[in-house]
């Protein structure tokens, strides 16, 4: 058994890579469309936070708010927390070009997945 580094079996900080996106909100392993554009909506909104009442799919409100007590979304990445920067979004496209994505927590990707399907 290892130190628990690189697995990708858990949701919490460090290495652990949650297995679905969480712009994925049917799970399917593919960015459609209207997943995509929801992304670009925390973009053009300037950043997004948590949706604390849970009205929303995915669990995020769009626009700058200050509720941050959740995981940030998997395309926000970088430094700049709770902002979805072009790059990041560009990212997403990727995923949404190649018909599919996986998560690969051991292949040094800036957000720990891989395009492609699995």
């Known amino acids: ?3 628990g580094e690189g697995e990708g079996e858990g949701e919490g900080e460090g290495e652990g890579v949650p297995d679905i996106h969480s712009a994925d909100t049917n799970a399917d392993h593919k960015i459609q469309l209207q997943e995509l554009l929801r992304v670009v909506q925390f973009f053009n909104m300037g950043g997004y936070s948590c949706d604390a009442s849970g009205s929303t799919v995915d669990g995020y ?3 700058p708010g200050m509720d ?3 995981a940030r979304h998997a395309s926000d990445y970088d430094t700049t927390a709770w902002k979805i920067s ?3 979004l ?3 496209v ?3 070009n190649m018909g599919g994505y996986h998560a690969c927590p051991d292949q040094g990707t800036a957000d720990g997945y891989c395009p492609g399907g699995i």
């Open 86 to 88: 072009l790059q990041e």
């Open 94 to 96: 990727q995923f949404f």
């Open 61 to 63: 409100l769009p626009g």
């Open 68 to 70: 941050h007590d959740c």
């Open 90 to 92: 560009l990212r997403l």
């Open 1 to 3: 058994e290892g130190e």
